[in-house]
């Protein structure tokens, strides 16, 4: 199992503010993602990389950006922070092989005001 | 449209008794299944999953069914614990996703009563 770790855990900023929240991972997994998750509702896939310089958009339209500049470190950064990007974001990273297995961080609760 | 449905939001049962979560799909082309279980203010843990080429997993109290042709799973806990209650999420991935996305549903939320 992946030992993913994500901070802040919360975080409570106001509209306009530069964000980023981080993620990392011990496992030296090569594929991660970002998801976003709202109460009631299911997880949507926002990012995802495979590899170190690899960057790909996900299912969900969203206006932050990642990078993978390390294997271990896949930071998601939100340029100006509006009240619709209130959310929890969950990082998760996967061992190779053809079917995946996610193994998830505790996840930043995000709140704009 | 959801590809992944867990028409249930919410399941209450005794301790000790048997939770049957279930769950649908609609991408046939869907190869591996899997379970998660999440805590408020937590990340999803994964619990089971379930390749396409069986129709059962077992891990402890902690059972996955899949009956491909009707495009149902379902996650059987026996005995249930109160520490079981939270909300479990039913996950698949294949298909036009390729293997390495996972689709989920919206979750449902299970309470063990002591």
């Known amino acids: 199992e992946a030992d993913i770790y994500q901070t802040p855990r919360y975080l409570v900023i106001g509209t306009g503010k530069k964000i980023t929240l981080e993620c ?90 | 449209d959801q590809q992944v449905k867990q028409n249930s939001p919410s399941l209450s049962v005794q301790e000790g008794r048997i939770s049957i979560l279930n769950c649908d799909y609609t991408n046939s082309m ?28 077992e891990d402890g109290r902690f059972t996955v069914f899949l009956n491909k042709s009707a495009k149902h799973l379902s996650l059987h806990i026996v005995p249930s614990q109160p520490g079981d209650s939270a909300v479990y999420f039913c996950a698949a991935s294949g298909g036009q996703g390729g293997s390495e996305k996972l689709v989920f549903g919206k979750g449902t939320k299970l309470t063990v009563n002591p």
């Open chain 1, 24 to 113: 990392s991972q011990t496992m030296g997994h090569d594929k991660m993602y970002w998801y976003q998750q709202d109460p009631g509702m299911e997880l949507h896939l926002i990012h995802y990389s495979y590899g170190v310089n690899s960057t790909e958009k996900g299912d969900l339209s969203s206006e932050s950006t990642v990078s993978r500049i390390r294997t271990e470190h896949f930071p998601l950064t939100l340029e100006s922070a509006r009240p619709s990007h209130t959310s929890q974001y969950l990082c998760a990273s996967s061992p190779p092989g053809p079917a995946d297995t996610q193994y998830f961080g505790p996840g930043t609760r995000l709140t704009v005001l």
């Open chain 2, 30 to 57: 869907f190869d591996y299944f899997l379970w998660y279980k999440k805590y408020p203010a937590e990340g999803p843990t994964f619990l089971i999953s379930i390749s396409s080429i069986k129709d059962k997993n």
